[in-house]
């Protein structure tokens, strides 16, 4: 595949300032597509440098002007969208139809809500004998992980710009070519140099030089909570403003007068999406004693015509980590429903899709996030023992209630300890904030709520 040598800072790929490569490997068949360079804190540096100089004059256009800039960056998206979905494919793994539907559609829909934001959003406000205004944080220092590789970037960067602030992207290692990809599109939309920069690179080094430079005002970062704890105490000590968007552990949760089938079958469908590299998935299906057998049997059913139609995992480290957690499942006495650690082909780093029964809310499998086609069905005894279970986790990040009736489902979803609920099977708005109680993490995005984390305020008094 197509890749850049160099790294896209101040508005043109530049080599360089080390010789260190990452090579991209397609997890369909683990050959290595692409080579990209592995950025260092020298090349962090000329990125940040880059951003802050562009700072003064971005943040100073009006904010129709940027609202023009993101809606250009959504006419490319729209146009290049085969191949960013071919891209995604290639370097992530997933099914080309998911890539065209998900990770090249829903970007593409975020810009475009920025690009209306940026035009509507009331940067002053008068309050008493104020007049407040919403002013850029600054450089932002943007870190994203592989799974969502490209609505994760587009998530920070289409409101970075749009607040006024001015962009350094470290992206994942796995998925290098979409952030390149993106950077092109910046580049076509005609952002000015210095706004938006891409420095690839490991994490502990071109990501921790990222989170640790002195000319970043806000660190913005997606991924795990080990890393996330990391980056929140470094800035935390240097007293700068941080977004943290960790992992999760969502329950699904069916009530009694639930329709079954539809519950379970969206449920399953839920988690092997991506083939479970999903932060929100609802990856814990807490079914009523009653009907525990018969949703058992439903969601192997919908396992297992899942087949070959799943991707596989995004590379070996997490192929190794997701069946080390199905094999502790079966230790732990979980009862495989469908799947099993065995890997499913001789190539390419592919997990079964998996249901377990029998699980407690103790087990490794119903606390830990797994990142894998894993559904873990846990029973409950009333609905106390559901919420109860629901929120028995250090996570909060998502989850779905199903009801007979709606209002039954909304005050179920009321008591619950998560950022967002899907009721009866509610669609994705991208407009809703995005984000997590507990360690889900810090912050929000998307929709307004996901723009005023890229603004401070400044209070004028008359
Ligand atoms: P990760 O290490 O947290 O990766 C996320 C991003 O942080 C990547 O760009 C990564 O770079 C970077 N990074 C890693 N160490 C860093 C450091 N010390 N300082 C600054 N940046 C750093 O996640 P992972 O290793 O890819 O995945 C591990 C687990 O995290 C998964 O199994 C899953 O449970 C969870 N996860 C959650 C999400 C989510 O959306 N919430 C997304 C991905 C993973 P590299 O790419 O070079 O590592
Ligand atoms: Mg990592």
């Given at each position: 595949m197509k890749a850049h040598d160099g790294m896209y800072i101040d508005g043109a790929w530049r080599p360089a300032a080390g010789r260190d490569t990452i090579a991209v490997v397609n997890p369909a068949d683990e050959q290595v597509i692409a080579e990209v360079p592995a950025g260092g804190a020298e090349d962090v540096d000329a990125a940040v440098r880059a951003a802050r100089a562009a700072l003064p004059a971005w943040a100073a256009t009006a904010p129709a002007e940027r609202a023009?800039?993101?809606?250009?960056?959504?006419?490319?998206?729209?146009?290049?969208?085969?191949?960013?979905?071919?891209?995604?494919?290639?370097?992530?793994?997933?099914?080309?139809?998911?890539?065209?539907?998900?990770?090249a559609g829903v970007p593409i829909l975020v810009a475009g809500s920025y690009a209306e934001l940026a035009a509507s959003y009331a940067f002053e406000e008068k309050v008493g004998n104020s007049t407040v205004y919403a002013e850029p944080v600054g450089v932002v220092?943007?870190?994203?992980?592989?799974?969502?590789?490209?609505?994760?970037?587009?998530?920070?960067?289409?409101?970075?710009?749009?607040?006024?602030?001015t962009?350094?992207?470290?992206?994942?290692?796995?998925?290098?070519?979409?952030?390149?990809?993106?950077?092109?599109?910046?580049?076509?939309?005609?952002?000015?140099?210095?706004?938006?920069?891409?420095?690839?690179?490991?994490?502990?080094?071109?990501?921790?030089?990222?989170?640790?430079?002195?000319?970043?005002?806000l660190v913005s970062f997606t991924g795990s909570t080990a890393?996330?704890?990391?980056?929140?105490?470094?800035?935390?000590?240097?007293?700068?403003?941080?977004?943290?968007?960790?992992g999760g552990k969502s329950a699904n949760v069916i009530l009694p007068s639930a329709d079954l089938a539809k519950a379970v079958g969206?449920?399953?469908?839920?988690?092997?999406?991506?083939?479970?590299?999903?932060?929100?998935?609802?990856?814990?299906?807490?079914?009523?004693?009653?009907?525990?057998?018969?949703?058992?049997?439903?969601?192997?059913?919908?396992?297992a015509k899942y087949g070959d139609?799943?991707?596989?995992?995004?590379?070996?480290?997490?192929?190794?980590?997701?069946?080390?957690?199905?094999?502790?499942?079966?230790?732990e006495g979980a009862r495989l429903g469908a799947g099993g650690p065995d890997a499913p082909r001789e190539q390419g780093y592919f997990v079964s899709p998996t249901v377990f029964a029998d699980v407690t809310p103790e087990m490794t499998v119903a606390q830990e996030e797994i990142f894998g086609p894993v559904v873990s069905l846990i029973r409950y005894e009333d609905e106390d023992d559901a919420l109860r279970i629901a929120n028995g986790t250090v996570y909060g990040l998502a989850g779905a209630v199903w009801a007979g009736d709606e209002a039954e489902a909304v005050?179920?979803?009321?008591?619950?300890?998560?950022?967002?609920?899907?009721?009866?099977?509610?669609?994705?708005?991208?407009?809703?904030?995005?984000?997590?109680?507990?360690?889900?993490?810090?912050?929000?995005?998307?929709?307004?709520?996901?723009l005023a984390e890229y603004l401070q305020t400044k209070s004028l008094q008359f």
């Open positions: 023009a800039r993101i809606a250009a960056l959504r006419d490319v998206l729209v146009a290049r969208k085969d191949e960013i979905a071919e891209t995604v494919t290639a370097e992530l793994g997933a099914p080309l139809p998911f890539s065209q539907a998900v990770h220092g943007a870190i994203t992980p592989w799974n969502y590789p490209l609505h994760q970037i587009v998530a920070k960067v289409a409101p970075a710009l749009a607040a006024g602030c962009i350094v992207l470290k992206p994942a290692e796995d998925t290098p070519l979409t952030a390149q990809l993106f950077a092109e599109a910046v580049h076509e939309a005609g952002v000015p140099a210095g706004a938006f920069n891409l420095v690839t690179g490991l994490g502990p080094v071109a990501g921790q030089a990222l989170a640790e430079h002195e000319g970043v005002d890393v996330g704890r990391k980056i929140g105490a470094t800035a935390g000590a240097a007293v700068k403003r941080v977004a943290l968007e960790l969206v449920g399953v469908a839920n988690v092997m999406g991506n083939s479970g590299q999903t932060c929100s998935a609802w990856t814990r299906m807490l079914v009523h004693t009653s009907q525990y057998d018969e949703a058992v049997a439903l969601a192997a059913e919908a396992a139609r799943i991707g596989p995992l995004v590379n070996a480290k997490q192929h190794a980590r997701v069946r080390g957690y199905i094999e502790k499942g079966v230790a005050a179920f979803a009321r008591r619950m300890d998560t950022g967002q609920v899907d009721i009866n099977g509610g669609r994705f708005n991208p407009l809703a904030p995005f984000g997590g109680y507990k360690q889900s993490g810090v912050g929000r995005e998307l929709g307004s709520h996901g």
